[in-house]
Every structure is written in structure tokens, then in C-alpha cells.
């Protein structure tokens, strides 16, 4: 895959200056890479976020009946054809 190196997927950021020049400073006071850091405080950030919660799960009500295995008949029905 293009843009892959050892599992990670190459991407670009824009950071306004005042936060470039401090990752800078930090990668260089730590030792450590820029995209470590970045990767670092990503993980952390989406870590703390928790599992994704679909919103739009169980807000419709719907008849029970399966839809999927009855989808022709269900739209003759409701178009009244």
C-alpha cells in the first residue's frame, strides 16, 4: 500500500507556528521524533474518547418485520401496487 511504512499510514497536519515551533522544542529537548509525539498525544486523545457510539441507533421504530427478506413486497404494499 502506498504511503504505509510498518503499518502506519503517512499524513499531513498544518500547525499554526506557535505550535510548530513548541513540538519542535519538545521533540528536541525529549529526544524523540516529532510524528512520535504526534502519534503519542493522537493515541492518548482517542484513547480517552472511548468506543464510537452510533447516534442513530434505536431512535426509528419499526415494525419487527424483516425488511431485508420482504423489501418487494413491502414497497408493492406501501406504493399500493
Sequence with gaps: MAGTVYGMVKTTVYLEDRDAAALRRLAAESGRSQA?????????TT???GPRRLRSAGVG??????????????????LGR
Excluded at 36 to 44: C, K, L, M
Excluded at 71 to 76: N, P, T
Design 36 to 44: 512520535e509525539i504526534i502519534r503519542e498525544a493522537i493515541s492518548r
Design 47 to 49: 484513547q480517552a474518547a
Design 61 to 78: 421504530r419499526g415494525s419487527g418485520e424483516p425488511v431485508a427478506r420482504n423489501a418487494d413486497e413491502i414497497v408493492r404494499r406501501e
